[in-house]
């Protein structure tokens, strides 16, 4: 027998994008399914995503604003100084907030984030969570969002909102068109511990073959200083490195890093993900809107693709909240143009700077090299450019959603 359940919205994918879209909608009122593919069981273990978040100070405020603060509180390592450099040469560039502008941001542990997120929204009445589940078919018209499970149930809301990351097989169905190419880059990524103090300083030492990122972390159980890496590598070079014994790699590790923290050990298995960008042209349909890395995925040269996906759930989440307060349906055609018109923007600018900066450093010989410390040294020295660059680096740029602001709506 079929069985029909109704909610305001619909969401498919119950990554960290998805969950944080329906406890957002949840703490003004709003009703989701949330249907994911994958085990919560897989995604939950220890084993599964071994990478740490920047999360920047406006999405914290998001979280806080709709009720995570206490979760969250004291389990993110807070970053309070950024250090870029061209490779180990002379000549860095740092960002440094004033002692009033608090943290550029927070370190977390995806794990963590997933954890605090799926108890959440297990815990709110307003979100039904469908995990795992299999979707049979999709229907959008003028009435209604329906979504049918292989075990029958029919999930039926008013609006499709789709969290599926980057195959977004509902964003193909729907014609949503994307421009797409990759790096010549893998990201290997892995959690160490070290001996010195990393004294929450987020290191971006960029070589021709491919930024490489130290991101501190909290002090483990036995107080041992913690970072995570993110180092790219050429898709050439980086099974090589895969191979190497801990030891051998965590040499390798000491030299790129000059050796500023110290004697390094692995304290996680590495994992590598191959890096690509994408760009949907247009995030909406007929009742449907993109999200996350549905919509965008950019090089995480500078820790900025969830934080992108969080802002694309603040706006969409206040536009809906609008459009109850109006007495509009979710799916109004007006409401997904606003939605579309204040998230473009910020994606290409966003998008396009990542994409340029890791152009930028990848181009190798001593004059391009020099050409870059020169453009990094006018950087230092000029007080509004280091500001503009930490305010991105915040997430305070633009026209912010409230939830940014840590306002509910
Ligand atoms: C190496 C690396 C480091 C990064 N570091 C940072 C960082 O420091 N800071 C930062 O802001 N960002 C960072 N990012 C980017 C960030 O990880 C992503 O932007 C973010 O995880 C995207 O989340 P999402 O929920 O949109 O997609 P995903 O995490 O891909 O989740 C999609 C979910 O949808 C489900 N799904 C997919 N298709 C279907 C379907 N048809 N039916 C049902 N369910 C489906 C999947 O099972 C999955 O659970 C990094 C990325 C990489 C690769």
Request: proline fraction near 4%; hydrophobic fraction near 40%.
């Amino acid at each position: 027998m079929t069985q029909s359940q109704t909610a305001d919205v619909i969401i498919i994918g119950g990554g960290l994008i998805g969950l944080t879209q329906g406890l957002a909608l949840a703490a003004h009122g709003i009703s989701s399914h949330i249907v994911d593919r994958a085990d919560p069981a897989i995604m939950l273990a220890d084993g599964f995503d071994g990478r740490t978040s920047a999360i920047s100070s406006s999405s914290m405020k998001m979280f806080e604003a709709i009720g995570l603060g206490d979760s969250l509180s004291g389990k993110g390592c807070p970053i309070e100084q950024i250090w870029v450099s061209d490779g180990l040469k002379p000549g860095e560039l740092d960002f440094v907030p004033g002692e009033k502008d608090g943290y550029l941001g927070q370190m977390f542990e995806n794990k963590f984030l997933r954890r605090i997120l799926t108890r959440a929204a297990q815990e709110s009445d307003l979100i039904q969570l469908h995990m795992p589940a299999q979707i049979n078919s999709k229907q959008r018209d003028d009435g209604a969002a329906r979504v049918q499970l292989d075990n029958g149930a029919v999930l039926t809301g008013q609006l499709l909102i789709v969290a599926e990351g980057r195959q977004s097989q509902t964003r193909e169905e729907a014609g949503l068109k994307i421009a797409h190419w990759h790096y010549n880059h893998i990201a290997l990524v892995g959690a160490i511990t070290h001996e010195k103090s990393h004294e929450n300083i987020a290191y971006e030492i960029f070589y021709p073959t491919g930024p490489f990122a130290v991101l501190p972390m909290l002090d483990d159980d036995q107080g041992r200083h913690r970072s995570a890496i993110v180092w790219s590598q050429t898709k050439g070079d980086a099974p090589a490195y895969l191979k190497l014994s801990p030891r051998a790699f965590t040499a390798e590790l000491e030299k790129a890093m000059g050796h500023m923290l110290g004697i390094v050990e692995l304290a996680a298995p590495l994992s590598s993900y191959p890096l690509g960008f994408h760009h949907a042209g247009q995030i909406t349909a007929q009742r449907l809107a993109l999200i996350g890395d549905s919509a965008h995925g950019i090089h995480p040269i500078a820790g900025q693709g969830l934080n992108l996906g969080l802002r694309d759930v603040a706006s969409l989440t206040e536009v809906l909240v609008d459009g109850v307060r109006l007495g509009l349906d979710l799916g109004d055609a007006q409401l997904l143009a606003r939605y579309s018109r204040w998230r473009s923007l910020d994606t290409l600018t966003v998008a396009a700077s990542t994409d340029g900066l890791n152009r930028l450093f990848s181009v190798p010989g001593k004059a391009a090299s020099a050409v870059r410390r020169f453009g990094m040294a006018v950087v230092q020295r000029t007080r509004p450019a280091k500001a503009f660059f930490m305010a991105e680096a915040r997430g305070e740029s633009g026209s912010l959603p409230k939830l940014l602001n840590g306002v509910a709506i």
